[in-house]
């Protein structure tokens, strides 16, 4: 098995070693003005062995990342993106395509830019794409770490539903800086973080990640949604609220509308938790890409020893957009992978 180190943080340039933690079930607490949660790492065949892979209902998963959290200021579905970022152009084995149609199959709402001569990059929304998601007010939080395999649970995620016209709305979620959440304590059983919490300040595949209007305005308008009030059954968007999304397969579907996402708003009432695990990727004995009908890359043979980055971040505004500049936005958190010398 090639050997590996695992980091995480709240963004790529304040990331520490979880390296001991993998598959321990511990969570690593990740801190920032824009992100507070947890994260914890499996790997198959990596750093010892964990119960996780031998659930009936992850058998075939070779590694996971699961995160609980809440973001500190009001933003939009559409606006909080997943996925892989890199540093540096990538050298794409022969073939490649064919990985990239798997990915698009798997994730429709995937966008990239993997030939990117400067940083290349493929995301999704993030509630569109993980394939385990729920979501619960910060008074009720899922315990976290658990001995079970998360499930989709949103059953108060009309609670996020921004039902009403920016003009209208005039009751402010609680800010940032209200009483302790109680995510704290949800893992305060399990003290021992890795410390890798960090301060942070602020062609059809090709598509621009960029959204348009104001952030400012945007900020502004998402910063006022009403909460506890009854969903309409439709906003003035036309977008029906997120009620009876009882499934991954219905949760995703809804998601892959973009007016759907736009009139859901996550702020710091809100709890996400996530579980991000597939099988196609096998870290022993071999750094190995599985694709269907019988496909597969030694990527040992490719990588150039950039770190893989999983991240969490923002969607760029177009106005934020300029040459030379990181395609996407401020990172809320971000899981990396790297070669070891």
């Known amino acids: ?26 969570p690593c607490k990740v801190s920032s003005d824009h992100f507070e949660g947890h994260i914890i790492a499996n790997i198959k065949g990596f750093n010892g062995s964990t119960e996780y892979f031998e659930r009936d209902d992850r058998k075939g998963v070779t590694w996971s990342i699961q995160v609980q959290g809440r973001f500190l200021q009001p933003h939009s579905a559409d606006d909080i993106l997943f996925g892989n970022t890199f540093e540096r152009p990538l050298h794409l084995p022969w073939g490649s395509g064919a990985a990239l149609k798997f990915m698009s199959y798997i994730d429709p709402n995937l966008l990239h830019d993997l030939t990117s001569q400067t940083k290349p990059w493929a995301l999704s929304p993030l509630v569109a794409t993980m394939p385990h998601f729920a979501h619960s007010h910060k008074s009720r939080p899922p315990k976290f770490p658990s001995t079970s395999s998360l499930t989709d649970d949103n059953s108060q995620l009309s609670l996020a539903y921004h039902d009403e016209d920016d003009d209208d709305v005039d009751s402010p979620l609680s800010s940032a800086s209200s009483s302790t959440s109680s995510l704290s304590s949800v893992s305060s059983e399990h003290s021992a973080h890795s410390g890798c919490s960090g301060h942070s300040s602020s062609s059809p595949s090709r598509k621009s990640l960029s959204s348009n209007g ?67 990727l096998e870290f022993a004995p071999s750094l190995t890409l599985r694709l269907p009908g019988g496909i597969s890359f030694d990527l040992l043979r490719y990588w150039d020893g950039q770190p893989v980055r999983f991240m969490c971040c923002e969607r760029k505004d177009a106005a934020e957009s300029s040459a030379g500049s990181e395609p996407w936005g401020q990172s809320f958190w971000c899981v990396a992978i790297e070669l070891v010398d």
């Open 214 to 280: 104001s952030k400012s305005s945007k900020i502004k308008s998402l910063s006022k949604v009403a909460r506890g009030s009854r969903p309409a059954s439709r906003n003035r968007n036309g977008a029906p609220p997120p009620v009876n999304l009882h499934t991954a397969v219905q949760r995703r579907n809804y998601f892959s509308v973009s007016k759907n996402r736009k009139s859901v708003v996550f702020g710091p009432e809100d709890i996400i938790t996530t579980d991000f695990c597939y099988g196609f």
């Open 1 to 26: 098995m090639p050997q590996l180190r695992v980091l995480a943080g709240p963004d790529p340039n304040h990331l520490a070693s979880i390296t001991h933690l993998v598959n321990t079930n511990t």
